[in-house]
C-alpha cells in the first residue's frame, strides 16, 4: 500500500469501516510510515475534538488515539486466528472426504 492509498482510507478507519485485509494493509502501512501516522494522528484529533468540544465533554485524545491503534491492533489478530481456524477447519474436511473417497474405492 502506497502512502496516497493510506490517506484515502483514514476517515473509513476512523469510522471503523476498513475489512480484514484492508485494515491489515493499512495498519502495516501505517505502523511504517510516520508522516502517514501522524496525517492519521490530526485526522483523528480533529474529528474526535470537534465531537467533543459539541457535547462539553473533557477528554484526552492522545490516550484516545494510541487506544484506537491497539483496538485496531487487536481487531487484526482477531481476524488472523479467526481465518487460521477456518483453514484448519476446511484441511480436515478436505482429508476427511479424501479419506471416505478413498475407502470407497478399496471397499
Known sequence: MDCKDAIKMIPEFLNDDLNGRELKGFMEH???C???KEELSIQFLVQEGMARLED???FDLQNEFGRVME???KKM???R???YLVFGIEAVAIVTILTI???I???
Do not use: P, W
Open 81 to 83: 486466528i479467526i481465518n
Open 71 to 73: 483496538d485496531a491492533r
Open 77 to 79: 489478530k482477531i481476524s
Open 34 to 36: 510516520k508522516d502517514c
Open 56 to 58: 462539553g465533554d473533557i
Open 101 to 103: 473417497i478413498i475407502l
Open 105 to 107: 474405492i478399496v471397499l
Open 30 to 32: 501505517m505502523e511504517k
